[in-house]
């Protein structure tokens, strides 16, 4: 499997003078990450607008798609560093997960660490210490074997969502690393077949805008595998 897609079109959700919305798909990079010639959003927009500014103000991982602010200035970009740093933001995502969960819905808030036992570098685990992480989770409905949740992040930890879905037996359908598995995941980093889609999509963000006197929801639409 490869991490290697080409895009050719990507939607705006909303735009002004400070800030672009878009609907991230499936497998598309935020932004370069040293990884030259793949597909990324923020070289995709400075191009499409001509605007060598575009710099991204949070990230999603590459197999989860949805809704991501660009800052079209550095003034918006130190504004929304603040913005997260303090979490004065709502952040809901959609899930399918594989498994039927015990409680319908719950918090975890616990701790996530690098799982130094793993083959996989970048993957972590539930810790006794490390970085705190609070996530809240509803079931929205089962299809056995499936669960089709919200997710609702208080902290912006790498692959939180992820970790935290599996911590419960049930992660998210097409999860490289916490569903598929280790040498599923350093199979696909080596091969040329397309990479499978991840069931994990941020579906919607409240944040401050700046120039503006209230909050603002930008939502992206539902993904193929929320069939609710």
């Not at 500014?53 to 999603?60: K, S």
């Not at 056995?144 to 599996?166: D, E, F, I, N």
Request: charged share 25%; with cysteine.
């Amino acid at each position: 499997m490869s991490y290697i897609h080409t895009f050719n079109h990507v939607d705006t959700l909303y735009q002004d003078q400070n800030i672009l919305v878009v609907d991230k798909p499936s497998g598309m990079l935020v932004h370069p990450a040293g990884k030259p010639g793949q597909d990324n959003l923020v070289d995709f927009f400075k191009k499409q607008l001509d605007d060598p500014e575009i710099r991204p103000v949070h990230r999603l991982d590459r197999l989860t798609s949805g809704a991501v602010i660009l800052a079209k200035n550095i003034e918006t970009a130190r504004f929304y560093g603040k913005v997260f740093s303090t979490a004065r933001l709502e952040k809901i995502y959609l899930a399918q997960l594989k498994g039927l969960l015990e409680q319908d819905k719950g918090t975890l808030d616990n701790f996530l660490a690098d799982d130094l036992e793993s083959t996989v570098k970048i993957k972590r685990k539930v810790a006794q210490e490390g970085q705190n992480a609070v996530t809240h989770f509803e079931t929205v409905k089962t299809d056995a074997p499936y669960s089709y949740v919200k997710l609702y992040p208080k902290t912006g930890r790498r692959h939180q969502l992820r970790v935290h879905m599996a911590h419960l037996g049930c992660p998210i359908v097409g999860d490289p690393i916490y569903d598929l598995g280790d040498d599923f995941y350093l199979s696909l980093i080596e091969s040329t077949e397309p990479s499978p889609p991840m069931h994990l999509h941020a579906w919607q963000i409240t944040v401050p805008v700046p120039d503006k006197s209230e909050n603002m929801t930008f939502q992206s639409p539902y993904p193929s595998f929320w069939q609710i």
